[in-house]
């Protein structure tokens, strides 16, 4: 057997090699996506905190968001009811960005829509819904919160000025309420709060930056909220800073020129003790206790009030600074001086500026001395005048009276005249009684005079200045004393005769300056004279007029009946009224009285107007122009050419109307189918003028009556007839009335008919020898086999009145002549093309 060779191989290495098997890598992947969903779901679920509300109304689970400067930052996962509390808790899911924010001082309050007379709020939620807003705060972090029920004071923003303000309550002021300077408004109230240990509400108070200069260190506060309702015997005033401040409160400033500016944040107090803007402390002359209120009067006004009284003395507070040097004493209420503002204090403080009283409360009134301001004089009386009785001239109080005392059997007066109107008081002045009611009745007259309303309880005491030196102090007066004034004699005439009772008064600016004594009739009955006397201080001139005031006067016309009573003196017996005109009149009319006062003023000379005899018109027919009365007839003649009518112009109008070209004429009614013309002429008839058209036309004085006041020019017509025309038939220019017809008479060989027609200078123009002028009225028809039956008619005015038609055509020469009337009008007339009138070689 073959041996076979076998090599000694060396001893094998065995290694362990770890790997990873595939297998694993399933699983960590799973538990990879599984942490990364667990910390997703964990971020995504954020925060959770909770807030108490006390009630759940606007909190919407899923809807309500929690919002940070506008931005979400959470939402209201879901509520709870807390039975015990009564309280519910919002679970809110928040970013955990917010979380550094979660303090124990956080607020969080709901934000809803709200409306004030401030204005809106919250109005970003009407879309959205309600939201919870937050506000940062320090502390220790915290997830469980109350929420507020109000928002939070919003801090003050940077660059805009704060003080605060302490007052007792708050009353009507709130976030918002206006700060005023002077009315206007400087700032706002930003915040309140209650400042526990001051015992009083703390204001914030901003200004803007233009006026923050205007708070000084001793700047006061008072607060003008509401209304402040004065009520006395001269009327109710009512003062309020405004509508805003009315209803939602408001605060006015006041601030001293010579004090430096206030710091940031520094705290006032509401000057709700100091209603007035002075205050003086005046010593007792006696002691005497005057209770808070008690009212200052000065000149019938109440002038401030007692604000303190005590041992030391009284301080008085005044709206505004008294005049220095004044005495002030201790006044009793009486019934006879009895005002509003003293009807609650039996004693009142009285006050007389202009006497030194040297700071003292006196119990007696003063006497002022010579070297006082105000001007002592005595009234001597029947009966006592109170004290306080004002001193009045033309409705101004100028004085007053301080006391009354008894002298023998009369009663004298001490009273004060102020120093502006010192000069009023004269040697010769007179002091008579402002009755609130004067009555003098008499069967020819019949005077009532009344007081002002404020004078009826206390009465008041008239001064009528003289003309002489003026009074010394402490001179004498005697109440209503009756002067005899001497008269002047002077006889006046009126036409037509109307006769005035003894006693008439006659008068001048409203004041009694004489009476008729007597009335006879003159001149055949034709006019009546008046015998009067007047105050002989009164001085008559060249350019006085006297005219009649009767008792009403009444006038009437298409707008209704008027009727006005000058003044209640002279509604029973009327009265001469003496006037003053612009020029000179004649002798006569000085002695005339005239009808009205528009008759005495005027200017200018009367004119003379002839008419035809049969004329209707009567004496006082209006003249008119464009409707507007410029004048009036004041008297009527006939003689052999027709009836004169004398007219008189109101005022300086007759410069304008009578001059040469100048034209009057006659208006009447005219009733027709085609409506009334003239309805103001229904009453009665009047005379139309109409100006010259150069009002440097010479001046004249004599008219005759023309047929129309327009300026035109007169065409004849002659015609076979009449043809149913009557006289203001209109005439026509291309369906256009442009004139009228004036009259119609005869020919002279009675061969037919002239009429004479009135045309517009504007029309008349168009009047040539090639004019056609045709009738033009009722209607027409026309039957024709071929044609058909035609009728044609025209206005109611023109089947009513007629009229006449003309057409031109080319252009022909002026007229001269009568031109003939056709009965129908030419052919193809309308297309007819007129020319001015070429003149004749």
Do not use: C
């Not at 819904?129 to 939070?152: C, E, W």
């Not at 020919?747 to 504007?762: H, Q, S, Y």
Request: neutral net charge.
């Amino acid at each position: 057997m073959k041996k076979t060779a076998v090599n000694v191989m060396d001893k094998p290495e065995i290694r362990k090699v770890r790997r990873v098997s595939l297998v694993w890598v399933v699983p960590l992947l799973a538990i990879a996506l599984a942490s990364y969903l667990i910390y997703q779901q964990f971020v995504e679920r954020g925060l959770l905190l909770t807030l108490s509300f006390p009630e759940a109304k606007g909190l919407v689970p899923g809807k309500t968001e929690l919002r940070y400067q506008g931005f979400k930052v959470g939402v209201v996962s879901r509520l709870s009811f807390n039975a015990k509390t009564g309280e519910f808790t919002a679970h809110i899911n928040a970013m955990r960005d917010v979380e550094p924010l979660l303090k124990e001082n956080t607020q969080f309050w709901l934000v809803k829509p709200t409306a004030s007379l401030l204005g809106v709020s919250g109005l970003d939620t009407l879309l959205s819904g309600n939201y919870i807003a937050m506000l940062p705060g320090d502390g220790k972090p915290q997830r469980d919160f109350v929420a507020r029920h109000t928002p939070p004071p919003e801090p003050v923003p940077e660059g805009v000025f704060m003080v605060e303000l302490a007052l007792r309550n708050l009353g009507s002021l709130t976030d918002g309420s206006p700060v005023y300077y002077r009315r206007v408004p400087i700032g706002e109230v930003h915040s309140y709060r209650l400042d526990k240990e001051a015992g009083a509400v703390v204001l914030q108070l901003t200004f803007d930056e233009n006026y923050a200069d205007l708070v000084k260190r001793d700047s006061r506060f008072k607060d003008v909220s509401g209304l402040k309702i004065q009520a006395g015997l001269n009327g109710v005033k009512v003062d309020s800073q405004g509508l805003v401040s009315m209803l939602s409160g408001g605060l006015q400033m006041d601030s001293p020129d010579d004090s430096p500016a206030a710091t940031y944040g520094q705290r006032f107090v509401l000057d709700q003790e100091r209603r007035f803007n002075h205050q003086v402390h005046l010593n007792f002359d006696e002691q005497v206790y005057l209770p808070k209120g008690t009212p200052i009067i000065a000149h019938q006004q109440v002038v401030g009030e007692v604000m303190d009284s005590n041992d030391s003395g009284v301080l008085l507070g005044f709206n505004e600074q008294p005049v220095n040097p004044f005495y002030a004493w201790i006044a009793q209420r009486s019934l006879k001086d009895l005002q509003v503002a003293t009807l609650l204090h039996p004693q009142y403080i009285r006050l007389l500026q202009g006497v030194d009283g040297r700071h003292i409360l006196h119990n007696e009134p003063p006497l002022p001395s010579n070297s006082d301001s105000e001007l002592l004089i005595k009234i001597s009386s029947d009966h006592k005048l109170a004290d306080g009785t004002p001193i009045q001239y033309k409705g101004f109080t100028v004085g007053e009276v301080i006391y009354s005392h008894l002298e023998g059997d009369k009663v004298i007066a001490e009273t004060s005249i102020q120093q502006a109107y010192r000069q009023l008081v004269r040697r010769d002045s007179r002091f008579e009684s402002a009755e609130p009611l004067q009555v003098d009745a008499s069967f020819q007259k019949f005077k009532l005079k009344t007081a002002p309303l404020e004078t009826w309880w206390q009465g008041a005491v008239n001064i009528l200045p003289g003309k002489g030196e003026e009074a010394s102090y402490d001179s004498l007066f005697v109440l209503d004393q009756q002067s005899a004034v001497p008269m002047q004699h002077l006889t006046l005439h009126v036409s037509p005769p109307h006769s005035l009772p003894a006693g008439t008064p006659v008068r001048r600016n409203g004041f009694t300056i004489g009476e008729v004594q007597s009335s006879t009739l003159e001149k055949g009955g034709k006019e009546a004279q008046i015998k009067v006397v007047i105050r002989k201080d009164i001085t008559l001139s060249a350019t006085n007029r006297f005219y009649w005031q009767p008792p009403i006067a009444m006038k009437a016309d298409l707008k209704g009946v008027r009727v006005s009573i000058p003044d209640l003196a002279s509604a029973v017996a009327g009265s001469i009224e003496l006037v003053d005109a612009k020029d000179a009149g004649s002798k006569e009319d000085r002695t005339r009285i005239f009808a009205n006062k528009d008759s005495a003023l005027a200017v200018g000379p009367d004119i003379t107007l002839l008419v035809p005899a049969l004329t209707e018109i009567t004496p006082d027919a209006p003249v008119k122009y464009l409707g507007y009365p410029v004048g009036k007839v004041v008297n009527l003649d006939d003689n052999d050419q027709g009836r004169v009518l004398t007219i008189r112009f109101d005022s300086n109008l007759a410069e304008r109307f009578a001059r040469h070209g100048s034209q009057f004429s006659l208006v009447r009614p005219q009733l027709s189918l085609g409506g009334v013309d003239h309805l103001d002429a229904l009453l009665g008839p009047y005379i139309a003028v109409m100006p010259a058209k150069d009002k440097s036309a010479r001046q004249e004085t004599a008219f005759t009556l023309s047929p129309t006041l327009y300026p035109h020019k007169e065409v004849v017509v002659a015609a076979t007839s009449a043809a149913g025309l009557t006289p203001g038939a209109p005439v026509w220019y291309r369906d256009l009335p442009v004139g009228e017809i004036l009259s119609l008479k005869l020919m002279p060989t009675g061969d037919g008919v002239f009429i004479r027609l009135a045309i517009r200078d504007e029309a008349a123009q168009w009047v040539t020898s090639n004019s056609r002028f045709w009738v033009r009225a009722g209607f027409k028809a026309s039957f024709g086999f071929l044609d058909g039956f035609k009728f044609n008619t025209d206005s109611l005015q023109a089947i009513a009145q007629g009229g006449i038609q003309f057409a031109t055509f080319g252009g022909g020469q002026p007229v001269d002549k009568p031109m003939p009337l056709q009965s129908d009008a030419p052919e193809h007339w309308e297309q007819w093309s007129p020319e001015l009138p070429r003149p004749q070689s």
